[in-house]
């Protein structure tokens, strides 16, 4: 079964053999996607990047076993235009969020990585820690099989979020 996750948006696809094309081929060429953005970390302290501290176990862990990359670049600061931008290829002044609480365009409806990986056959899944990510704020669950926003604690006056290993028990009860 293949699968993609995202965990502060927790994107999460698995591509399903038996939704596969070509199921054979599909287990080569159609790997498990986990996205996991993670705000506001900076590479420094974490070990996989060459801090002298072990300070990141479970990070250093999946780091050995995948991609990871050196340089990274966000189009925008707030984490919910940030996120739209990443899950849509499009600059904020092409998708229209350009603050947190602000939703994508609507007209055209931009195309999603969640919305293709679907397409693809790909199972998606999001699970978000934090409110400029819920659905209704950014238009980000179009695509998604299951867009999990079970956000537990309120901070300040409006805004609400979740810890994350709720977030990470929550998706690996997906994943399983």
């Given at each position: 079964?293949?699968?993609l996750i995202c965990l502060?948006?927790?994107?999460?696809?698995?591509?399903?053999?038996?939704?596969a094309r070509h199921p054979?081929?599909?287990?080569?060429?159609?790997?498990?996607?986990?996205?996991?953005?993670?705000?506001?970390?900076?590479?420094?302290?974490?070990?996989?990047?060459?801090?002298?501290?072990?300070?990141?176990?479970?990070?250093?862990?999946?780091?050995?076993?995948?991609?990871?990359?050196?340089?990274?670049?966000?189009?925008?600061?707030?984490?919910?235009?940030?996120?739209?931008?990443?899950?849509?290829?499009?600059?904020p002044q092409q998708h229209?969020?350009?603050?947190?609480?602000?939703?994508?365009?609507?007209?055209?409806?931009?195309?999603?990585?969640?919305?293709?990986?679907?397409?693809?056959?790909?199972?998606?899944?999001?699970?978000?820690?934090?409110?400029?990510?819920?659905?209704?704020?950014?238009?980000?669950?179009?695509?998604?099989?299951?867009?999990?926003?079970?956000?537990?604690?309120?901070?300040?006056?409006?805004?609400?979020?979740?810890?994350?290993?709720?977030?990470?028990?929550?998706?690996?009860?997906?994943?399983?």
């Amino acid at each position: 079964m293949r699968r993609l996750i995202c965990l502060a948006l927790a994107l999460m696809a698995v591509l399903p053999a038996a939704r596969a094309r070509h199921p054979k081929k599909s287990a080569q060429t159609h790997p498990n996607i986990l996205l996991i953005p993670v705000d506001p970390t900076r590479a420094d302290p974490l070990s996989c990047y060459g801090y002298s501290r072990l300070t990141s176990p479970n990070i250093d862990r999946l780091a050995s076993q995948v991609v990871l990359f050196g340089i990274a670049y966000s189009t925008i600061p707030p984490n919910g235009p940030a996120h739209i931008s990443l899950m849509t290829s499009l600059f904020p002044q092409q998708h229209g969020a350009t603050i947190n609480g602000m939703h994508m365009t609507t007209h055209p409806h931009p195309v999603t990585l969640a919305m293709i990986l679907h397409r693809l056959g790909y199972k998606t899944g999001a699970y978000i820690s934090a409110w400029p990510l819920k659905k209704g704020v950014t238009g980000l669950g179009r695509g998604f099989e299951t867009y999990n926003q079970r956000l537990s604690y309120h901070y300040k006056v409006v805004n609400v979020a979740r810890r994350g290993d709720e977030v990470g028990r929550a998706s690996r009860r997906w994943l399983e």
